[in-house]
């Protein structure tokens, strides 16, 4: 059963070995001519002010939170588009029990003010 | 592919109480302020719920394409779910208020929990157990941060949601190599090709990790590292539901799976379910005793009972099931008693949770001590209390099982027991001491918290109201 799979671990492991081998050679041979410029911290060409780790404000993960939750709801839809002929009148009953267990979530935050920024 | 959209209408339980959820859910963003109604919403639906589940006790269908199971078996175990989380709802409302974290929501993800417990129970299909335990667990990692500007709360949340996440990966390998092997999640058809698949490693490796996954939920040694800091940090009414609800619902998954699915007795998994269990008991009575936190020392009680019962499923015989089933609705009771009385005495910032600070409590409040005792009696396992036959039926289930090993340890680790249970009930009468409660206890919990405790009491004495039914279960 395994004999199948021959061609794909040559494939990984040389694929690997060409990797580490391109890096490595690039080490030993390529020139070094550090600088302090080339060790700072690369923004567009700007300046560096200070560390990225601060802390954010909650608001940035709600806005992911719900941007994540309303998404996966068309990846859902989509299939259902696709077969809805097919899934009939059982389909459209369910994707609308689905679709109403999302709206009563939808309604709550938005009644709790989760989609405000202020 | 036949018509499923009727089973709807004949999964009464789960569906009821789902759309309970979602009519709390809109009723509290409906109204601000106003969690009173979602206490009362909630109440209405667990209430339904159950009503439709005693109506559903005696025969068992299967529904949507096998998936679910409707009656019998489930229904019972439906019961003892919507017991805990009515008792939870009725305590928490004071104790919430006390702590002024009093709101609606807090209700409406009990009443997801719970159908999230209930899908577990009603599985045929490994892919609703998966849906269920997560439904459940997703909103306990909520519930137990509920107090969220108590860091202790917060702490108890994380490591909750990180070592159940981590629990998870678990059993959705376990899920995958079974499917890999058997080629089916269905769990009738798995069952009926136990017996070859019991000779493959790939098998037995995939019904490991489910026991890993699932004695995580339960708590049970070496999974149970989290119990005592998540117990502890969590607001005390949840503690009481994630001992009772949740542990009883990993139960009954338990149950399905290794006793009515495979048939385990004289497998390897027979042995190192036994195994975990005589740990669990060892560990969890010995550490006990070292407790001075009383929300600790439950904590460690429970995973002491989380050992009892899986040693019930390691025999894995009817006697097995049926007395993990009776132990289940005696432990719900007894567990939630205690906890909720703790609930009463517990001031802000985790105040009065030490075994001193009931010293005496008995002068003051007679009632109270009373039914803390009727719960640390039934507990440690004394009779007439209901306690005391759940541990007799899943010691005999082992020793039927040729487990008479498991049966000694079970038996003196419970006599270990006896100390740090009856330690309370020492001090409560027999110390003098200033032990109160500084607020009037709120006449529904009071009551709810006394019927607990007269159900202990009647089930002691009348066993076989309780073990008849979860006989009749397997005659199906």
Not at chain 2, 226 to 255: H, L, N, Q, R
Not at chain 2, 273 to 302: D, E, P
Not at chain 2, 394 to 411: D, N, P, Q
Request: charged share 10%; proline share 3%; net charge neutral.
């Amino acid at each position: 059963m395994l004999e199948g799979y021959i061609p794909i671990f040559v494939m990984l492991a040389g694929g690997a070995a060409f990797g580490i081998v391109m890096v490595k050679l690039n080490e030993l041979f390529g020139p070094k001519h550090p600088t302090e410029e080339k060790y700072t911290t690369y923004e567009s060409g700007m300046e560096p002010v200070k560390s990225a780790r601060e802390r954010f404000s909650i608001k940035f993960y709600m806005v992911a939170v719900l941007f994540i939750l309303f998404d996966i709801e068309v990846v859902f839809l989509y299939p259902w588009a696709v077969t809805f002929k097919g899934l009939g009148v059982n389909g459209f009953i369910t994707m609308a029990v689905f679709i109403f267990i999302l709206l009563v979530g939808y309604y709550y935050v938005w009644r709790k003010g989760a989609l405000e920024w202020d | 592919m036949n018509n499923y959209l009727t089973d709807f209408w004949q999964a009464t339980p789960i569906v009821s109480l789902a759309i309970f959820a979602l009519l709390t859910l809109i009723v509290d963003a409906a109204g601000k302020d106003k969690p009173v109604l979602s206490y009362w919403m909630s109440l209405i639906g667990i209430v339904v719920a159950a009503g439709f589940s005693v109506a559903s006790l005696g025969a068992s269908t299967p529904l949507f394409n096998t998936m679910l199971a409707q009656g019998g078996y489930s229904s019972y175990c439906n019961l003892i779910f919507l017991g805990s989380a009515f008792l939870c709802i009725v305590l928490s409302r004071n104790y919430l208020e006390r702590l002024q974290y009093h709101r609606g929501e807090f209700y409406v993800l009990i009443i997801l929990a719970t159908v999230g417990m209930m899908l577990m129970a009603a599985a045929l299909d490994l892919m609703i157990i998966f849906l269920g335990i997560e439904l459940m667990s997703i909103c306990l990692y909520v519930l137990a941060g509920f107090i969220r500007k108590k860091e202790k709360a917060n702490e108890s949340s994380l490591k909750y949601f990180l070592l159940g996440a981590f629990a998870t990966g678990f059993l959705l390998y376990g899920i995958a190599l079974i499917y890999g092997t058997a080629g089916t999640t269905n769990l009738a058809l798995i069952g009926k090709s136990f017996p070859q698949l019991s000779h493959n490693s790939l098998f037995m490796i995939g019904a490991g990790m489910l026991i890993v996954a699932f004695s995580f939920k339960v708590a049970a040694v070496p999974f149970h590292m989290w119990a005592p800091d998540v117990y502890e940090g969590s607001p005390t009414t949840i503690s009481a539901f994630m001992s009772t609800g949740a542990k009883a619902a990993a139960f009954a998954v338990f149950v399905s799976v290794f006793i009515r699915t495979f048939d385990i007795g004289g497998t390897k998994l027979s042995d190192v379910l036994a195994i975990i269990a005589a740990v669990s008991m060892i560990v969890g009575n010995v550490t006990a005793i070292a407790q001075n936190n009383l929300k600790r020392m439950l904590a460690y009680s429970s995973i002491a009972h989380a050992g009892y019962m899986l040693s019930g499923i390691a025999a894995g015989n009817i006697e097995g099931e049926t007395g993990i089933l009776f132990y289940l609705s005696a432990y719900v009771f007894m567990n939630i008693g205690a906890f909720g009385i703790i609930s009463w005495m517990e001031q802000q910032d985790d105040k009065k949770l030490t075994f001193d600070d009931y010293a005496g409590l008995s002068s003051q409040h007679p009632a109270v001590a009373a039914l803390m005792a009727i719960f640390m009696f039934s507990l440690a396992g004394i009779p007439p209390f209901a306690g005391f036959f759940g541990k007799y039926y899943v010691f005999l289930a082992a020793v039927k099982a040729g487990m008479t090993w498991l049966a000694i340890i079970g038996v003196l680790t419970s006599l270990i027991s006896v100390y740090y249970y009856l330690r309370l009930v020492v001090l409560m009468y027999f110390r003098d001491g200033q032990a109160s409660i500084e607020e009037k206890v709120s006449a529904p919990a009071m009551a709810a918290i006394s019927c607990a405790a007269l159900f202990l009491i009647v089930l002691g004495l009348y066993p076989s109201l309780v073990v008849d039914i979860a006989k009749g279960f397997f005659k199906i």
